[in-house]
């Protein structure tokens, strides 16, 4: 069976300089400019909330440099959740990409993040408001993989999918920069 690989991560801070940051972090390496700007990408925005805990979003996007000028600069016109994330002064991006990601793919796992969020105590408020939950798709046998390197078999691991691995991955990160989980 073939290794699928890790995904891609990068924090920004979720401002109206947000795609120049993202450009930064990239820096030239042509695979992270691949599948964090060429490829479908899933999103996580989030900002502290005084009282305690953090609001979030989970999106994905084909296109993740229009989807933040979106976010940052129609989105607070029209609904007041954006108002407040594209005001606050410590809201953050991650931006998660992946060689195997493509639409149906990122729909799946920005559904499963949303599930996994509303189960997270820090989260306070989830500001999606949609379920992406998808059928049978190309890369939907991509889900069924083996984790060689947490010394599991795919027989051991029927039935859990690759998307656990993004989120086992992006939960680690989110961890490492403070996100309290």
Same mark, same amino acid.
């Given at each position: 069976? /073939?290794?699928?690989?890790?995904?891609?991560?990068?924090?920004?801070?979720?401002?109206?300089?947000?795609?120049?940051?993202?450009?930064?972090?990239?820096?030239?390496?042509?695979?992270?400019?691949?599948?964090?700007?060429?490829?479908?990408?899933?999103?996580?925005?989030? /900002?502290?909330?005084?009282?305690?805990?953090?609001?979030?979003?989970?999106?994905?996007?084909?296109?993740?440099?229009?989807?933040?000028?979106?976010?940052?600069?129609?989105?607070?016109?029209?609904?007041?959740?954006?108002?407040?994330?594209?005001?606050?002064?410590?809201?953050?991006?991650?931006?998660?990409?992946?060689?195997?990601?493509?639409?149906?793919?990122?729909?799946?796992?920005?559904?499963?993040?949303?599930?996994?969020?509303?189960?997270?105590?820090?989260?306070?408020?989830?500001?999606?408001?949609?379920?992406?939950?998808?059928?049978?798709?190309?890369?939907?046998?991509?889900?069924?993989?083996?984790?060689?390197?947490?010394?599991? /078999?795919?027989?051991?691991?029927?039935?859990?999918?690759?998307?656990?691995?993004?989120?086992?991955?992006?939960?680690?990160?989110?961890?490492?920069?403070?996100?309290?989980?």
């Amino acid at each position: 069976m /073939s290794d699928i690989g890790y995904p891609i991560i990068e924090r920004i801070k979720y401002d109206p300089q947000a795609t120049g940051k993202l450009e930064d972090a990239i820096d030239g390496d042509k695979l992270k400019r691949k599948l964090l700007m060429d490829y479908p990408t899933v999103y996580v925005i989030y /900002s502290p909330i005084k009282s305690g805990g953090y609001k979030v979003y989970v999106g994905e996007t084909n296109d993740i440099e229009r989807r933040t000028e979106q976010h940052l600069n129609e989105d607070p016109k029209v609904r007041d959740d954006w108002r407040e994330l594209s005001k606050s002064k410590d809201a953050h991006m991650f931006v998660i990409g992946h060689d195997h990601f493509n639409k149906s793919l990122t729909l799946d796992i920005e559904n499963q993040m949303m599930l996994f969020m509303l189960g997270v105590p820090s989260v306070k408020k989830l500001n999606n408001r949609r379920e992406n939950e998808q059928n049978e798709y190309y890369t939907s046998k991509e889900k069924i993989k083996s984790f060689p390197e947490f010394g599991v /078999s795919s027989a051991d691991l029927t039935g859990i999918c690759f998307l656990l691995r993004a989120l086992f991955v992006t939960l680690r990160f989110l961890r490492r920069h403070h996100f309290t989980i």
